[in-house]
């Protein structure tokens, strides 16, 4: 949420696995990144986006924002993410959160926490914002201000975390896993505990937007397999929701360490991991951006379709690219030889931008599905 790596999906609550339903239509979306502004006051070195301080052309208005909303609604009720940028920064944002809201949706936001004050907190729970999500990339402001590229963000955030929570509205944490902040994530997980984060979702580098430009601080495929496996091993020891995006080799470690240790991966073992998969674009999840295009995910820069030209409802049926993405046997090299692609699928981001093929082999995983090594 201000995620996916500052700017893009973030996913508050973010699960489901989004399988094509029975009678051959598409199942309906289980969440939905709306960049609803690409305005933004911070300039992070991992934005998708890209984003800074506007005006961008093209926003779409208030009542295209209800139309989209509408067309959201026709298909199911997903959870609506409200992202950017900086969503606070849109002056109609309460009012287009109180739409989607009486329309049956879950909206939440993923605010960068540096805006949040008491009067705004106020006016979200009045919304029905149902959680926000805050981006923590250090456990320290030293760390998490030179991610942010701005003084004073992370005591920002902190102070936004305590007005979110006297107006009753649930928060989690963000953490984007970069080679400055690795040893730091244990640090960051206990930080929002003491906080009182309800979840932690960990998000791994997709070098796209900003993030390109800092290639030298992703982890590598050893590091994020010992990073999975560190937050699989967390899973009894905090109060957190845990989940991990943009790591969609999780849920493949997660089988392979239950069969370890014998046991059968369920809901009731698992909870939401048990019946959601790794990479979801196209299948549970996808991104609008500011002016209405519509992808597979915030970082998979294909467009899917146009949301001022055609209904979501039709986007989300009839777009070839979702249609691509949700046939799992179309997957190439090791992706589509993997006993887990059904659980997994790799990162169709990272494929894509390693190769310009978003059906492609995850570039970050050292797994060989044959065995051979």
């Known amino acids: 949420m201000n ?12 699960h489901g696995h989004g399988q094509p339903a029975k009678d051959g239509m598409p199942a309906p979306p289980r969440l939905v990144a709306w960049e609803i502004t690409r305005n933004c006051n911070l300039s992070c070195v991992h934005c998708r986006a890209a984003a800074e301080k506007g005006p961008y052309p093209g926003e779409l208005d208030t009542q ?10 026709e298909v199911g009720q997903p959870i609506v993410i409200l992202t950017g940028g900086e969503p606070l ?20 936001m993923a605010p960068n926490g540096t805006l949040v004050n008491d009067e705004n907190a106020k006016k979200m729970a009045e919304a029905g914002i149902s959680r926000i999500s805050i981006s923590l990339d250090g456990a320290t402001k030293e760390i998490h201000d030179k991610f942010r590229g701005v003084d004073g963000a992370f005591d920002a955030a902190l102070r936004g975390i305590e007005c979110a929570k006297r107006a009753g509205i649930d928060f989690q944490v963000n953490t984007t896993i970069t080679q400055q ?16 984060a309800v979840a932690h979702h960990i998000f791994l580098l997709v070098p796209t937007g900003r993030g390109k430009y800092i290639l030298d601080q992703e982890i590598n495929a050893e590091e994020y397999e010992t990073t999975l496996n560190w937050f699989y091993d967390q899973r009894n020891k905090t109060p957190l929701q845990l989940k991990a995006t943009c790591a969609p080799h999780y849920y493949r470690i997660l089988r392979q360490r239950a069969k370890e240790d014998g046991e059968t991966v369920t809901f009731q073992t698992h909870g939401l991991d048990a019946v959601t998969r790794g990479c979801l674009a ?3 999840f996808c991104f609008i951006s500011h002016t209405g295009i519509v992808q597979p995910c915030g970082f998979l820069a294909v467009e899917c379709g146009d949301i001022t030209k055609a209904s979501f409802a039709e986007v989300w049926k ?3 690219v979702f249609k691509d993405l ?7 090299g090791k992706c589509g030889e993997c006993q887990y692609r059904k659980v997994c699928g790799g990162c169709r981001a990272r494929a894509y931008e390693a190769t310009g093929d978003y059906m492609a082999p995850e570039p970050l995983c050292s797994y060989d599905p044959t065995g051979a090594g």
């Open 3 to 14: 995620h996916p790596h500052g700017k893009g999906q973030g996913h508050p609550h973010g």
């Open 64 to 73: 295209a924002c209800f139309n989209l909303l509408d067309g959201i609604a």
């Open 89 to 108: 920064l849109r002056p109609d944002i309460f009012e287009v959160a109180k739409y989607g809201t009486e329309k049956g949706l879950k909206m939440v």
């Open 181 to 196: 902040n690795l040893d730091q994530i244990q640090e960051i997980q206990q930080l929002a505990v003491d906080l009182g």
């Open 282 to 284: 196209g299948t549970g």
């Open 318 to 320: 009839n777009s070839q």
């Open 326 to 332: 949700r046939d799992f046997d179309k997957l190439k």
